[in-house]
């Protein structure tokens, strides 16, 4: 495959299933859109890749990613800007950071043009699917899976490159209740934990299960060495409003995931005049800054949630209840700066909007 020119053959779907989709009941992860990229690599090369419609997939009981969990995966956003045309959120980050994920899980590297340009091409057949309320999008999921026929322990040669596409609402529908874990662990350093890989999220499953059956809805991890120190959330980077500045765990050991929105996020703080610190927080520092008045407001950023307020934090006996979140002015600010931005409402002056 020549990626200067990227020939994508396409085959459209004879029988649309937009009129399936009520634009007033947007749910994450339910409906996808009519089409989807697909691309085949073995012999050491990316084949032609093509957009057909939106169906199953037929694979072997002994491919390998089923196996051994090699496989890996992207989250993309797009959004009408006010004329109504497609516009999608920094792709060229995600694009990046799969190939770091590809690196450390033994997978070729996408080129730039089948994850960039593939995926224009195919929002740009699907653009209907992109919803306009506020609030909402076309969530795009590129991924990865590595499909040997071969039941034995070893880097795999075949692979398949996939994007799908699924009209979006809010992730979280609320402010939401965090349990700090002490128990499991997500990552270590030298292990998966900076990767967008498939095990990452499995392996939270069962921890996850058990505090949402506690009443809360997600996990704040902490590291595997002294559960003393945070590290992310289930599907988000956290921060921390503590008087007057806004405190993130750094990127240094390798097990936190490099965050589109969270870069957004630093950038936009760091422009309005905010002190951000990215380092080690440990939780002690968040109850001594709670018994003090100076927590503030705390929220997770990701390409799925965006920017959510944490209303609460629980560790052990131990409650934090922040104060009402309509009240708080960084989270707010922040929510609609990045939504006019997103939405094509502001200037893009920082070059992370691409146009479909």
Do not use: C
């Amino acid at each position: 495959m020549s990626v200067s020119t990227l020939d994508i053959q396409v085959s459209k779907t004879t029988r649309s299933r937009i009129n399936e989709l009520n634009p007033a009941n947007i749910q994450f992860g339910k409906q996808y859109s009519d089409h989807m990229l697909v691309a085949y690599y073995e012999d050491g090369a990316w084949k032609q890749p093509e957009i057909v419609p939106f169906d199953k997939i037929s694979l072997s009981p002994a491919t390998t990613f089923m196996h051994y969990g090699q496989a890996i995966f992207e989250g993309v956003k797009a959004y009408k800007d006010p004329n109504g045309n497609p516009i999608i959120f920094r792709p060229y980050d995600n694009w990046k950071r799969m190939n770091r994920s590809a690196e450390r899980m033994a997978m070729p590297d996408v080129p730039e043009d089948l994850f960039v340009e593939g995926m224009r091409r195919l929002i740009e057949i699907d653009k209907d699917w992109v919803p306009t309320a506020e609030g909402t999008s076309l969530y795009i999921r590129p991924f990865m899976l590595a499909i040997d026929e071969f039941v034995g322990v070893k880097p795999a040669e075949k692979f398949m490159f996939i994007i799908i596409t699924s009209p979006a609402g809010p992730y979280y529908s609320k402010p939401v209740s965090i349990y700090v874990q002490d128990e499991y662990v997500r990552a270590f350093p030298g292990g998966i934990g900076f990767t967008k890989a498939a095990g990452n999220y499995g392996m939270s499953m069962y921890p996850t299960m058990k505090i949402k059956e506690m009443g809360y809805d997600q996990i704040l991890w902490t590291d595997g060495f002294e559960h003393k120190y945070v590290q992310e959330i289930g599907t988000m980077n956290v921060f921390f409003v503590l008087g007057d500045k806004v405190v993130t765990p750094d990127l240094a050991q390798g097990t936190i995931l490099e965050g589109v929105t969270r870069d957004s996020v630093i950038t936009l703080l760091r422009e309005k005049g905010i002190t951000v610190e990215e380092r080690p927080i440990s939780i002690d520092e968040l109850k001594e800054a709670f018994k003090n008045g100076q927590f503030r407001e705390a929220f997770g950023t990701g390409t799925a949630a965006s920017v959510a307020p944490i209303s609460e934090l629980t560790f052990h006996e131990e409650h934090m209840k922040l104060p009402p979140v309509e009240d708080w002015e960084i989270v707010n600010w922040l929510k609609n700066e990045l939504s006019d931005i997103r939405y094509g409402r502001k200037e893009d002056t920082h070059g992370w909007i691409l146009k479909v």
